[in-house]
Structure formats: C-alpha cells, structure tokens
C-alpha cells in the first residue's frame, strides 16, 4: 500500500476546497460514511487485487480508516492519492501541471479550480473543437463548488462572488 506523508496535511484552503467539491458534509460525520474515505478505499483496492475481490473486506477498511485515521489525516491521504487527470495523483503536482504555480503559492482560487477537476476530471482533457461546450460544463462546476464552500461555512458570501467572478480566467488557463 502507499505510503502517506500524514505530517504534513494540505493547507485547510485546499482541505476545504476538496470538501466543498467531493463531499461538503465530510468534516461534520464519521468519515466511514463520506465519499471521500469511498474514494480512498477504492484506491487502497485498486492497490491490492486479493482484497478488491472480498467484499467483507472493502467495508472492513472503510471502518477501518474511519476508526485509525482523522478527518484531517483522511483528506491528506486522499490529496496525495486520488487521480486528478492528466496522469497527476498529488494536489502538488496537479497545481504545478495545470497551474504552474508552487504548493506554497496557492491561493483560494487555485484551490476550488483543483477541487473541480477532481469531480470533473474529463473536462480539462477536451479536444479543442469540443472546448467552447465542455468550458460551459466546467465553468459551472467551478461555481457549484464556490458555492458549496459558502453553504458549508468555509467562505463568505463574498469570496464565492470573488471566485466566481474570477473562475473563468483561472480556468481558461488550466484547459490547455
């Protein structure tokens, strides 16, 4: 299985971002039930083929991460694991490919563009002749993660107009 660098969790802007994209009730139930520790535990299975054909196994280690790991050690195994396209399994790599900007360099903005590609992943792999329509599709899950953060506290009413409003150049750059 992978080893994980628990010591050092993404920034809760990222934490967050990642929240309000993929699972906003996350850090407010146990982690067994959220599609977070889901997506984790599918990627520990996909890991190790003996126990993605035991059943009892796959919700064993669902229990499991909940009752040995936090919510916050769950979201950082999830940042360095999950695929977010374009061959990029850490929040790290994601924003130096797509964005071109440092971990320690990014900013809110970078953070729910991140969080989006990770519920929307095809969309920044488009073909050119299909970006005008696919842009659509990506600029409104852009905003329905903005707007998620808002409903679950992690921003204001005015950072999610900010982000909105700037979501469209931010995004322009990463569907390349």
Known sequence: ME?????TPPHVLIQHAIAAAVDRAFFDRSPASSRISRSLKDVFLLWDTEIAADALLKVGLAIDLANTFTHEEIIT???QAVLFGANCFEYQDVLKARLGVEYAGATILCAVTMATLLV???LY???PTEFARS???LLAGF?????KGEQVGFWDGALTQALISDGP???YQTAR
Not at 3 to 7: K, R
């Open 125 to 127: 792999e488009i073909e």
């Open 77 to 79: 195994m999830y940042a």
């Open 143 to 147: 905003s329905r993660t903005a707007q």
């Open 169 to 171: 150049s931010i995004i």
């Open 135 to 137: 842009q659509m599709r």
């Open 120 to 122: 929307l992943p095809f």
């Open 3 to 7: 080893d994980f660098d628990l010591a």
